[in-house]
Nanobody
Framework: QLQLVESGGGLVQAGGSLRLSCAAS????????MGWFRQAPGKEREFVAS????????YYEDSVKGRFTLSRDNAKNTAYLQMTSLKPEDPAVYYC?????????????WGQGTQVTVSS
């Protein structure tokens, strides 16, 4: 199992930026694709972004395209979600997740989440 710890959440004004980090341990980080999800109160958890094991491709949910950038540093066992132009609809608990190729579409391992709050 890959242990995941998110950090970097907090309170930011609308239009501001935050960078979330997801530090991994316990397995070979580069063997895992990484993803970010978010869950707002009263809503289901939703996909935000994912990145391939090598970091050569990233995929984004439509509402964050052009504003969020997902990257990874396999030497540091860390994935980063750079969030810019934050909007009032972005606040949520943000979770990072990991999966191996063998897992198919299912995300195997999850972090505990980090809260993002946006003030208007």
């Amino acid at each position: 199992q890959l242990q995941l710890v998110e950090s970097g959440g907090g309170l930011v004004q609308a239009g501001g930026s935050l960078r979330l980090s997801c530090a991994a341990s316990g397995r070979t980080f580069s063997s895992y694709a990484m993803g970010w999800f978010r869950q707002a109160p009263g809503k289901e958890r939703e996909f935000v972004a994912s990145i391939t094991r090598s970091g050569d491709r990233a995929y984004y949910e439509d509402s964050v395209k052009g504003r969020f950038t997902l990257s990874r540093d396999n030497a540091k066992n860390t994935a980063y979600l750079q969030m810019t132009s934050l909007k009032p609809e972005d606040p949520a608990v943000y979770y990072c997740a990991a999966r191996t190729a063998a897992a198919g579409p299912d995300w195997q391992d999850w972090g505990q989440g980090t809260q993002v709050t946006v003030s208007s």
